[in-house]
């Protein structure tokens, strides 16, 4: 009897509501998504998601562990939480649509150690109907003056069986790697962003946004569907080290029944801050040719000599060519002495104001200016910060004296490869993706803007959304590009692009370089796509910047479906997406911010396929004459790339277009408002 009566009396103590624990409840604007937050007998603290009523992340660990203090993971209490709710729209001065709608619920949750350190961490939710972001929140406090992180233990435990499309990370070729598809179950270490389809059909992307100052995250699979986050290593025990008080990046979800709504979320961009640079009119989204895919044939080399590319002619006739084609820039590497020695993954030769002698910078930016063109500079670093920290200034002064109003960096060195300068103030090896290399882009960054030069970083940093805190962040690389398709071992097969769209330009613009014509190069299979599909990339891999990459000659020999790349902007003022299934095919239509004009691309992966195109996009009750650059009836990405129709017809919105693509292929439509 004494027993019992012992046992109820522990478990009404266990239910008193005194002693429970504080569970943190939201939900998004719409209630489509709703997040929990509470804490385990531990004091562990967790956060759980679900999609109307049904669990997509299982309850999932939150917390650090530090490498000079006791970890930051139990003997938690939600002291406090905070809600409030947002809806603005703010304005993008370049990109895929005009303006974005900003418009979250936001849950601040504040866990506090019940030992006798009392140390504080607020967890940030912004639930959007579309995919949520938190990060963490490290106030000023008296028991931890500077965060030296070890690891973060955040997870994300997935409920339901899924594909994931996904590349590997800490592999000596960063970003640079063709997509695996498998079960969820065999992701080793995945970068972000990794995506995922359900057995039943919901699309889940996990990235991160405003990654500023903090190391890159990775994602390891710890057992079944549960992830941890893996941080990115820097140059001591501690992967991230910051003076209190600090944010984290956004640890990002986008979340959609279809692959084409992850593509139209704004949710990395609404992430991050506002812009810091004020009026970026300076900033122009153009098209351009250069100095470039003569070196990946061989054709030319970056360093001196008898082929040396960048010379006084060469660059010359590329103005020329740019001038009378309507192109606003000309690119031009191997420019500057360094070229010479052994530079890669060491960078210490570079000059970045010295030129060779056979090219001159002045002459040329004057030439390029009466023609109505500007050069596009260039700095590869070899992933040498040290040095290129060094000379920046003076860089970027050089341009701008001259008028040379972008320029592309490079850090082409092994992953682990980059140098950057310690706490210490020695030189120490990075990883790319590192707290230090965070940084030194920043750095980067406002070094150009005061300048009024825009960033185009190649083997870069991860895109998390930057290029709205950042504006003259243009464009980066960050992903297999299409030089690949000129000497790589593998090449990049059809179903590339189609991955990329779902993959890894759901973090941000790309600087692919496509409209290649000339299709037999040193990779296997060459270029892997029709020439129509060539065209459309130039319509679904978004850049502000877009490269006419090919030899001049082809686009001289070709000028009716060159035509398109002379016609197609790069600055959209709406972007719709079709249809679309991961690493398969693709269809998405963009609107010109200068024009009432609407432009079509399609592409397919190695299937040949027939798409239906609903043009419901299109203003109802007008006419367009559609510009159609269609694959032929022979088309194929082996047999017959070249294969292309160009053909027109008038449409209206009620019309719906029946789009034959071929293996490996694409279809290329401008839709020309015509006069009511």
Known sequence: MILRLLAAAVMALAASP?????????????????????????????????RLGRPVVAPSKLGFILVDAPKLQRNFEVADQQTRSVDETWDLPWGERKSVRNRFNEL???????????????????????????????????????????????????VDEATAWWIPAYEWNREEYLYNTTPVEEVSVAQTPMTLRTKDGLHVSIHEASLVDYAGMNLARAQDRRFRASLTPGVSEAKVERALPFPTPWR????????GGLVTSSLILNLNDPNKLGDVSWIKPMKYVGVWWEMHLDHKTWGSGPKHGATNENV?????????????GVLVEGWNKGWDGAWFADGS???????????????????ARKKGVVLIGHHETAGNTVVYERQMDAAFDLYKSVGVPAVKTGYVADAGGAQVSGPDG??????HESQPMAQHHVRVLEAAAKRQIAINAHEPIKDTGLRRTYPNWISREGARGMEFSAWGQPGNPPEHEANLVFTRLLAGPMDYTPGIFGMKTKAPDGVATTWAKQLALYVVIYSPIQMAADLLENYEANPKPFKFIEDVPVDWADTRVIN??????????????????WYLGAIS?????????????????RKYRAEIYRDGEKADWKAAPQDIVIETREVTAADVLELKLAPGGGQAIRFVALKR
């Open 18 to 50: 005194s002693l429970a624990a504080v569970t943190a409840t939201a939900t998004s604007p719409d209630k489509v998504l709703s997040v929990t937050v509470t804490t385990d007998n531990d004091g562990q603290p967790t956060y759980s998601v679900s």
């Open 108 to 158: 601040r949750v504040t866990l506090v150690e019940k030992t006798p350190l009392h140390r504080r961490l607020d967890v940030v939710f912004r639930l959007y109907d579309d995919g949520l972001g938190f990060r963490y929140e490290f106030p000023e406090q008296p028991n931890l003056k500077t965060a030296r992180i070890g690891e973060e233990l955040t997870e994300f435990s997935l």
């Open 252 to 259: 990002t979800l986008q979340i959609a029944d279809s692959a």
């Open 316 to 328: 010359m006739r590329h103005i020329d060519f740019a001038a009378k084609h309507g192109l606003g």
């Open 349 to 367: 030769e570079f000059s970045f104001t010295e030129s060779y002698p056979d090219f001159d910078l002045k002459k040329l930016t004057d030439y």
């Open 426 to 431: 020695k030189t120490h090896f990075a990883w």
């Open 580 to 597: 679309g299934e991961i690493g398969d095919f693709v269809t998405i239509a963009r609107k010109d911010r200068k024009s009432d004009d």
């Open 605 to 621: 992966d190695e299937q040949g396929r027939v798409l239906s195109a609903p043009l419901s996009f299109l203003d109802p009750g």
